[in-house]
């Protein structure tokens, strides 16, 4: 864990915008594709300071990483600590979610292959609960601007549920079914057709309260 300063992440901010405006300009991003492959990290860059210029500077700041933690960064504010998960993609591209600590992965993904999704439903509904964040933040990478969508743990899982009914086929060909069950995990990938309609409604940081 590392505890960020107000100077730090107006550093941090500095040195994105830079980014930004040498790839508008630079021939080498539309032939190499590099906006998406650096959207990860500007996606997350990005968040962190749309959070910092929302919660303000009387917050204490403290950024783990998803792959320490549930939750990348923790923010605390009169007394009260927060978390945060932040997931990026580039522009018009999807969402990748995990979940870890699945139990009988066999005979989920068996059931989803026989159209029976209710187990799957509950399981990704436990795992969920369990983890500890308290908001998800999505964030669209554009080089002009960003796009930042705010969801509670419950409007995460409404995503996931409203995906899934369009996601899960009793076929077995995987380009169908956009989602991955492994042994011990769950990986979903929750793609702007499938799941637009629902984020555009969860653009609101205001609803991130520290009581």
């Known amino acids: 864990m590392v505890q960020l300063t107000s100077d730090e992440i107006i550093e941090l901010e500095i040195i994105l915008n830079n980014i ?18 650096i959207a990860g990290f500007l996606g997350e860059g990005l968040a962190l300071v749309e959070l910092y210029n929302y919660v303000g500077t009387n917050a204490e700041y403290n950024w783990y990483g998803g792959r320490k ?18 997931k990026s993609s580039k522009e018009n591209y999807a969402f990748s979610i995990g979940f870890k600590k699945l139990r009988n992965s066999s005979s989920l993904k068996q059931g ?6 209710k187990p799957f439903f509950r399981e990704i509904k436990r795992i969920n609960d369990e983890k500890k964040v308290d908001y998800y933040i999505f964030s669209r990478v554009k080089l002009n601007d960003c796009v930042f969508y705010v969801l509670t743990s419950d409007e995460l899982f409404d995503v996931i549920e409203f995906a899934s009914k369009k996601y899960i086929s009793t076929r077995k060909n995987k380009s169908t079914n956009n989602f991955g069950i492994k042994k011990g995990g769950i990986r979903m990938i929750l793609k ?6 629902k984020l555009e409604s969860l653009k609101k940081l205001e609803k991130i309260q520290f009581k």
């Open 69 to 86: 933690k549930d939750y990348d960064i923790e923010i605390k504010k009169n007394g009260v600590s927060k978390t945060f998960q932040i």
């Open 192 to 197: 702007p057709n499938d799941v637009g309609e």
């Open 20 to 37: 930004r405006n040498e790839l508008k300009i630079s021939k080498l991003n539309e032939k190499l594709g590099l906006t998406e492959k």
């Open 112 to 117: 989803l292959r026989n159209g029976e999704n």
